[in-house]
C-alpha cells in the first residue's frame, strides 16, 4: 500500500495538503452515521498513519508541530468556553460534583491500575485520566433550552476542578518519572504552579483588556493577541517545568473575560475549530498502531473493557453520592452523570503527554482511546435521554403587542436617558433604521419597514454610508455622496407609497458597519432591518458588515432575504426552541408583520424524542399565552420530534413563504464544529427569510 503513493514528492505541502482534505471530508460523513466528527478524523489518522497507507508519519517535523499546535489550542477553547461567572453563581454546587466527579473516579482508575500490577506513577496518571470530563453533549443541552438548569449549571462548574485537577495531578506524574518527586520538589512545584496560575490567570486578564481598550476597532491585532497570550502561556508553564497544556488552559480561562462574546472569539474559536484541533485528533490517529490496538482489544482485552467500566460506573457514583447532598431529582442526576462521561479534551492530551513521558505504554495508550470512543459516543445518547426530562418551560412575562424595547432597558441606561431628557424615550417613536446599499434588494426592505412602522405609528429611517477619504473634495467622495442621496429620495418615495413617515439619514464615516450603528443609535432605533442575498452570505456572516452589525448594535437587527414582496408573503413559519425573552420578541416580530397584512403564523417547536407530553403540552400553553398578548392574527403550533432540528425544519418550511430564525453562533467545547441549525437552514431554504438578532448587551 505504502509503494503505491512513493511517487508524491516529500514534502511538507502534501502533508497539510491531505490534512486539509481529511479535516474538510471526513467528520459531516462520520455526523451523518451519527458518529461524532473527532471518530472519524482519528480513523483517518490510523488510515493515512504508518500502519496502514504510510502517507503521514508520527515522526514528521509538519505532523509534529501540528500536533502540538492543535493540543495547546484544544486546551486553550476548553478553557475558554468555561465562563468563570457563571461558574461563581453555581459555586457550591459546582466544587461540590467536581470533588466527587474528580475523587471517585480519580480513585477507581488509581485501583484498577494497581490491581493489573502497574506502579504508582502509572496508576496516579490513569486515575487522572479518568477524573477530567469533556462537555461533547453540551450542544444537546443547548438545542433543548435547559442550560441554566441548576443541575447542568453544576456540571458545567465542575469541568473548572476536574480539569485543573487532573492537569496538576499529570504534572506531578510527569515530574516523578523524571525522578524529581520528594517532598521539597512537590512544595516548590505547587508553589511555582500557583503563582505562574496568578499571573497568567491576573495579569493576562488585565493587560488584555488594557489592549483591548486601544484596539478596539482593530479585530487582526485582537486576534493576534489573542494567539499570542495562549502560546507564552504555553511557553511559560514549560520553563516552570509543567506541560504546555496546563498554561494554554490557564490561558483560555483569562482570555475568555477579556474577549466576552465578541467577534474575536468566534475568530479564534473557528479557526481552532477548523484547522488545529482537527489536525490534533488526526496526528492522535497516526499513534495508534493497528496491531497493538487489535492487541488491546484481544489479550489485553480485559483492562481495557474494566478500564471502560470503570469510568462509566465511578462517574455515575458520583453523581449518586451528590444526589441527597443537593436534593437532586433522577433525571438531574442522570443527566449529570451522562454529562460528564465523555472523555475527550484533557484526557487525550494528558494520555498523549504521558505516553511521549514514558509513564504509558502503547497498549495503554490504545485502551485510553476505546474509553474516549465509548464515552464520546455513549455520553450523548444518554444526555439526549435524560436531560429531555428536564425541559421546564418558564412562564416570562410577554413584552405585548409592541417591538418597544423599553421595558427591556437596564435601570442605569433608563436613568441616563431620563436626565438628558426625562421620559423622552417613552415618548419617541418606534423607529426602523434601514441601510440602503443594494438597489436590488432595496425596495422588499423599505416596504417591510414601512409596514411594521405604519403597524407601530413610527416611521422609517433609510441610511446610506458613504466611505470617508483624506480629502472631503475627493470627486470620488461627491459622486458617492450623489449617489446616495438618490438612493434615499427614491427609499422616501417608497415609505411614503405605504404611507410610513420617512426621514432621511446621509452619513460620511471610515466604517460602514459602524456608521450604520451609530446612526441607529442616534436616531433611538427599535430595529435595523438589512438585507442580503443568497450568494456569499456564509463569508459575510463570518467578520464582516453583517456580522459586525450583530455585534455593536443597540437594538435587534433583522437580516431579511426576500424573495417577493412581503405584502405578499402570507404563511410564516417561526421555529421556537425555548420561551425565553428573546425568542418572544421573535415571535412578536413575526406576529406584527403577519398583522399589517393578515398573514398567519406557525410556530413550529422540534423537540427531543424523550421530552414527556406534559412538558410539550405546557410548552404549548405557555405559547398560547405569548401569543395572546399580541395582535389577533391566524396562527397555531406545530411540535414534531426528531433528533436533527435543522432537517426538520426544512421539511416543514417547503409549504411557507417565510421563515424567522434567530442569529445563534455557538461552538462545541472541544472546537471541533457541530451542524449549526441556523447555517443549514440558511443554505438550503428555498423561501424568504429572515435572521433576527439581539443587542450583544
Excluded at 475558554?80 to 473516579?105: C, H, Q, W, Y
Excluded at 511521549?356 to 439526549?384: D, H, K, R, W
Excluded at 405584502?567 to 406584527?592: D, G, H, N
Aim: with cysteine; aromatic share 8%; proline share 5%.
Amino acid at each position: 500500500m505504502q509503494n503505491l503513493f512513493s511517487p508524491l514528492p516529500d514534502s511538507p505541502i502534501i502533508g497539510f495538503t491531505i490534512l486539509l482534505l481529511v479535516t474538510l471530508t471526513v467528520p459531516p460523513l462520520f455526523e451523518r452515521l451519527r458518529l461524532p466528527g473527532l471518530v472519524g478524523l482519528l480513523a483517518a489518522g490510523v488510515i493515512l498513519g504508518p500502519s496502514a497507507m504510510g502517507l503521514l508519519s508520527p515522526d514528521g517535523e509538519l505532523e509534529k508541530l501540528l500536533s502540538d499546535v492543535g493540543k495547546i489550542y484544544l486546551m486553550f477553547v476548553a478553557g475558554m468556553e468555561i465562563d468563570l461567572r457563571d461558574f461563581k453563581n453555581t459555586r457550591n454546587r459546582s466544587l461540590g460534583f467536581g470533588f466527587t466527579t474528580f475523587a471517585v473516579p480519580l480513585t477507581a482508575g488509581m485501583v484498577l491500575s494497581l490491581a493489573f500490577g502497574f506502579g504508582w506513577v502509572k496508576a496516579i496518571l490513569i486515575g487522572s485520566l479518568l477524573a477530567s470530563h469533556t462537555l461533547l453533549a453540551y450542544p444537546i443541552i443547548m438545542r433543548l433550552g435547559i442550560a441554566k438548569e441548576v443541575s447542568v449549571g453544576a456540571t458545567v462548574g465542575a469541568t473548572i476542578f476536574t480539569d485543573i485537577g487532573a492537569l496538576m495531578v499529570l504534572a506531578m506524574c510527569v515530574a516523578a518519572q523524571a525522578g524529581d518527586f520528594s517532598a521539597q520538589t512537590v512544595v516548590s512545584q505547587v508553589f511555582m504552579l500557583a503563582t505562574f496560575s496568578l499571573l497568567v490567570l491576573v495579569g493576562l486578564d488585565r493587560a488584555g483588556k488594557r489592549y483591548f481598550r486601544h484596539n478596539g476597532d482593530r479585530e487582526g491585532n485582537q486576534f493576534l493577541f489573542v494567539l499570542a497570550a495562549v502560546f507564552l502561556a504555553a511557553v511559560g508553564s514549560q520553563m516552570i517545568n509543567v506541560d504546555k497544556i496546563v498554561g494554554a488552559f490557564l490561558a483560555g480561562l483569562a482570555v475568555n473575560d477579556v474577549v466576552g462574546e465578541s467577534p474575536v472569539k468566534e475568530k479564534v474559536e473557528f479557526v481552532g475549530g477548523v484547522l488545529f484541533i482537527p489536525f490534533f485528533f488526526v496526528c492522535m490517529g497516526l499513534l495508534i498502531d493497528l496491531d497493538l490496538f487489535m492487541e488491546s482489544m484481544t489479550t489485553n482485552l480485559a483492562f481495557t473493557v474494566t478500564l471502560t467500566v470503570a469510568l462509566i460506573g465511578s462517574k455515575f457514583l458520583a453523581a449518586l453520592i451528590i444526589k441527597p447532598l443537593y436534593g437532586y431529582r433522577w433525571a438531574q442526576t442522570l443527566t449529570m452523570w451522562s454529562l460528564s462521561m465523555p472523555q475527550v479534551a484533557a484526557t487525550l492530551a494528558a494520555a498523549l503527554v504521558g505516553l511521549e513521558q514514558g509513564i504509558l505504554t502503547a497498549l495503554e495508550f490504545n485502551a485510553v482511546i476505546v474509553m474516549m470512543l465509548v464515552t464520546s459516543v455513549l455520553g450523548p445518547l444518554l444526555t439526549a435521554r435524560f436531560a429531555g426530562k428536564l425541559v421546564a418551560t418558564p412562564v416570562l412575562k410577554a413584552s405585548g403587542a409592541s417591538l418597544h424595547r423599553e421595558d427591556d432597558l437596564p435601570e442605569t441606561l433608563e436613568t441616563d436617558l431620563g436626565h438628558l431628557a426625562p421620559e423622552a424615550h417613552l415618548a419617541s417613536p418606534f423607529t426602523v433604521v434601514v441601510p440602503i446599499y443594494n438597489p436590488i434588494t432595496q425596495r422588499y426592505l423599505i416596504e417591510m419597514a414601512a409596514l411594521l412602522a405604519s403597524h407601530e405609528h413610527g416611521r422609517v429611517v433609510p441610511v446610506t454610508i458613504t466611505r470617508a477619504q483624506v480629502h472631503m473634495d475627493e470627486p470620488g467622495l461627491a459622486a458617492a455622496i450623489g449617489h446616495g442621496r438618490k438612493m434615499l429620495q427614491r427609499a422616501e418615495r417608497l415609505s411614503q407609497d405605504f404611507k410610513a413617515d420617512a426621514f432621511s439619514v446621509l452619513r460620511i464615516d471610515d466604517d460602514v458597519s459602524g456608521g450604520i450603528t451609530r446612526a441607529a443609535r442616534e436616531q433611538n432605533a427599535n430595529l435595523i432591518l438589512m438585507g442580503w442575498s443568497r450568494r456569499g452570505f456564509r463569508a459575510r456572516l463570518f467578520g464582516t458588515l453583517i456580522d459586525d452589525v450583530f455585534w455593536s448594535s443597540h437594538c435587534p437587527v433583522a437580516v431579511a432575504r426576500l424573495l417577493t414582496e412581503p405584502i405578499e408573503i402570507q404563511r410564516i413559519l417561526v421555529p421556537m426552541k425555548a420561551i425565553t425573552p428573546q425568542s418572544i420578541r421573535i415571535a412578536r416580530f413575526a406576529q406584527i408583520f403577519a398583522d399589517t397584512h393578515a398573514a398567519a403564523v406557525t410556530l413550529l417547536h422540534v423537540h427531543d424524542p424523550y421530552t414527556p407530553a406534559p412538558a410539550i403540552d405546557a410548552f404549548k400553553a405557555e405559547l398560547a399565552k405569548v401569543m395572546a398578548e399580541g395582535p389577533p392574527i391566524a396562527w397555531n403550533v406545530q411540535t414534531v420530534d426528531g433528533n436533527d432540528p435543522a432537517e426538520v425544519i426544512l421539511q416543514v418550511v417547503q409549504g411557507f413563504d417565510l421563515v424567522v430564525l434567530r442569529s445563534m453562533r455557538r461552538r462545541t467545547v472541544g472546537g471541533l464544529a457541530v451542524s449549526d441549525v441556523t447555517h443549514r437552514v440558511i443554505d438550503e431554504a428555498t423561501c424568504s427569510l429572515i435572521l433576527f438578532g439581539e443587542p450583544h448587551s
